[in-house]
């Protein structure tokens, strides 16, 4: 089990990124914010230890970190601009590219992939880079009209949303946002794209040869969030073929994303008029989906997992934002 820790509920600043993840016996998260702090510190624990580093002081505003064995990465504000950081072997540093500022980092192995905004405006054009140890900066894998947004990464391949068919191109409050998924091969540079109707993002790749992401329909609600589909299929394969792994709704804020690792996607449902729940279902749908159990009248936020434990923030009435362990 993971001991509780205080985590900042004021860090997932773009909707589904949880301010904790999890690996083998490493946890990094995001610490509540101390007095007249608008941020907290960014903290990696080792679990069989107890023993916790400082990776980013709050002043920095650390946030949506993210860990593959000993390397982690985070978003960072640096002079005012958004920055991805990398911690590495006991060496951090900020990862270069040719964009203006960074951010929504994932990292698989000693590969980081990362939104660069190629000017300061936040709504404008958006390419995906990725970063391997040793190269001198992060390179462009995906670009196009419009914004490629939300990466994600796995041992062969990277996925991202591709809204170069949107009206505005861009990720929105719009009922009308149009995406679809792309899938990037890392072995041969290929990028192919997986059409369906309606928008297609926010990708995930910790399923070996399978891809998640969320589903909405051409018409959807706003907040987006409170309602989709989650969809899985294998990522060789055309995107008509994947199934419906879950519909989710959140009827409130903090609106979440599932967690896909290993042979479980995990997902936080919140109906209307409900009371808050951790559902998990196999990857490969071979049984329907599950309530974890132990968590009932809490109010739960996203989920990270790694390949043994579950880890999400967890509050009952009244009380701290804390982080709870699950096994898997």
């Not at 993971?2 to 610490?31: Q, T």
């Not at 593959?68 to 990862?95: H, K, P, S």
């Not at 309530?291 to 009952?316: C, D």
Request: proline content about 8%.
């Amino acid at each position: 089990m993971v001991s509780a820790s205080k985590v900042d509920e004021g860090a997932p600043r773009v909707p589904g990124a949880p301010p904790y993840a999890i690996d083998g016996c490493s946890l990094v998260y995001v610490a509540a914010p101390q007095d007249g702090e608008a941020s907290g510190d960014l903290k990696l624990r080792d679990l069989a230890t107890g023993e916790e580093l400082l990776l980013a002081p709050a002043a920095e505003q650390p946030r949506r970190p993210a860990l593959a064995g000993d390397v982690v990465v985070w978003e960072a504000t640096e002079n005012g601009r958004r920055v991805v950081r990398a911690r590495r072997g006991g060496e951090i540093l900020t990862i270069p590219g040719a964009f203006d500022h960074a951010g929504e980092p994932r990292v698989e192995g000693d590969a980081v992939v990362l939104t660069g905004w190629l000017t300061a405006d936040e709504a404008g054009d958006t390419d995906v880079f990725l970063y391997e140890g040793g190269q001198a900066e992060a390179i462009r894998v995906a670009s196009g009209p419009g914004q490629q947004r939300f990466p994600d990464i796995s041992a062969t391949h990277v996925a991202f949303a591709d809204f170069s068919e949107d009206p505005d191109g861009r990720f929105d409050e719009d009922a009308r946002d149009l995406a679809d998924v792309v899938v990037y091969d890392r072995r041969t540079g290929r990028a192919t794209p997986r059409p369906r109707e309606g928008k297609q993002a926010f990708p995930m790749l910790g399923a070996g040869e399978r891809i998640a992401y969320l589903e909405w329909g051409l018409n959807h609600p706003e907040p987006k969030f409170e309602q989709f589909d989650l969809l899985i299929g294998d990522i060789t394969a055309p995107g008509s073929g994947d199934a419906v792994a879950a519909i989710v709704e959140m009827a409130s804020a903090p609106y979440v994303l599932p967690a896909v690792r290993g042979e479980l996607v995990e997902w936080v449902e919140r109906p209307d008029g409900g009371e808050a729940s951790l559902r998990r279902r196999p990857a490969d749908l071979s049984a329907p989906a599950a309530e974890v159990p132990g968590l009932s009248g809490l109010e739960l936020f996203g989920p990270s997992a790694s390949a043994t434990i579950t880890v999400l923030a967890a509050r009952s009435p009244g009380g701290e934002l804390a982080l709870r362990g699950l096994a898997r």
